[in-house]
């Protein structure tokens, strides 16, 4: 595991694409945002969590591999409007980074393929995928080469739907991508009591800020509005989380000119309030997932 959060933060240093910190539990971790993903999107900054780092915290604690908490929905083709195809992007890619988590390689290749497909419907180049598969199949018994790949397809995907003035698409895929990810950390809570579980939820009280930012900034023509409505909702319910915060002693390093600010959170989350959160996470995800079929 330390191996593979090494590598990963490397990727995340030269990619800006960074993994969210587990809570603040150790006092001696900076407040910075080196554990988060820093979007610009216009001239503002948002701070997300990324779905890799939240599956390596269920792996942390315990949980084992259920397959039965992925997207049933094997065909993407049946998805054919652009902000589902990327919403469900997001939540595919969450899907990806589970399954590499747990070495299920096999299933993650699947997702792989469903990915590009979704990925060439939203408008991003098949050439894109083309290398990255490559080094996908040479590295399928890698586990921290496979998590490096899967933040570089994010982050090129990212860019790719920028440079092509799709910003909207772009936050349609994090929004995806972050209810997948605290689907599968309130359902695992329902059967493994766990402090960093619970807590993991509760700090999604700051990042739903920045989703709602994010979201609303791309709500220009009101498409969002549903999507912005439920976000609120559930807002509604993230106001009852208790948060606090102890601050220790800064830490100066004079020969680099740099001070670290210290703190600890901590969060307050009963069993109803989970379970409030947990039901509207569910709802969210099924209207993501659900299909014109359906």
């Known amino acids: 595991m330390k191996s593979s959060l090494s590598f990963l933060f490397a990727v995340a240093?030269?990619?800006?694409?960074?993994?969210?910190?587990?809570?603040?539990?150790?006092?001696?971790?900076?407040?910075?945002?080196?554990?988060?993903?820093?979007?610009?999107?216009?001239?503002?900054?948002?701070?997300?969590?990324?779905?890799?780092?939240?599956?390596?915290?269920?792996?942390?604690?315990?949980?084992?591999?259920?397959?039965?908490?992925?997207?049933?929905?094997?065909?993407?083709?049946?998805?054919?409007?652009?902000?589902?195809?990327?919403?469900?992007?997001?939540?595919?890619?969450?899907?990806?980074?589970?399954?590499?988590?747990?070495?299920?390689?096999?299933?993650?290749?699947?997702?792989?393929?469903?990915?590009?497909?979704?990925?060439?419907?939203?408008?991003?180049?098949?050439?894109?995928?083309?290398?990255?598969?490559?080094?996908?199949?040479?590295?399928?018994?890698n586990k921290d080469s496979l998590l490096i790949f899967v933040s570089e397809l994010n982050?090129?995907?990212?860019?790719?739907?920028?440079?092509?003035?799709?910003?909207?698409?772009?936050?349609m895929i994090l929004y995806g991508g972050w209810v997948e990810s605290l689907y599968f950390v309130s359902e695992l809570s329902k059967s493994l009591d766990n402090g960093k579980l619970r807590a993991r939820v509760g700090e999604q009280k700051n990042t739903l800020e920045n989703l709602i930012g994010l979201v609303t900034q791309q709500n220009t023509d009101g498409r969002f509005d549903d999507i912005l409505a439920s976000l609120n909702d559930l807002k509604t319910s993230f106001a009852k989380v208790k948060t606090t915060y102890s601050y220790f002693e800064p830490e100066t390093k004079a020969d680099q000119k740099l001070t670290i600010v210290k703190s600890k959170s901590s969060v307050e989350l009963d069993d109803a309030l989970m379970e409030e959160i947990s039901n509207k996470i569910s709802v969210l995800r099924s209207n993501i997932i659900t299909t014109s079929a359906s």
């Open 13 to 141: 240093f030269l990619s800006v694409i960074s993994l969210s910190s587990c809570g603040g539990e150790d006092p001696n971790a900076s407040n910075d945002s080196s554990g988060s993903s820093v979007l610009k999107v216009g001239d503002k900054l948002f701070n997300l969590p990324s779905p890799l780092e939240t599956a390596m915290l269920i792996e942390e604690v315990g949980g084992d591999f259920t397959e039965s908490l992925l997207n049933p929905t094997v065909d993407a083709g049946q998805y054919s409007v652009k902000e589902k195809q990327a919403m469900n992007l997001g939540v595919y890619g969450a899907d990806l980074g589970y399954c590499l988590i747990y070495n299920q390689s096999q299933k993650a290749f699947t997702l792989l393929a469903t990915t590009k497909k979704l990925g060439t419907e939203l408008g991003i180049s098949p050439a894109l995928y083309k290398g990255l598969i490559k080094r996908f199949e040479g590295n399928m018994e």
């Open 155 to 171: 982050r090129l995907s990212d860019e790719y739907l920028k440079e092509n003035e799709s910003e909207d698409l772009s936050a």
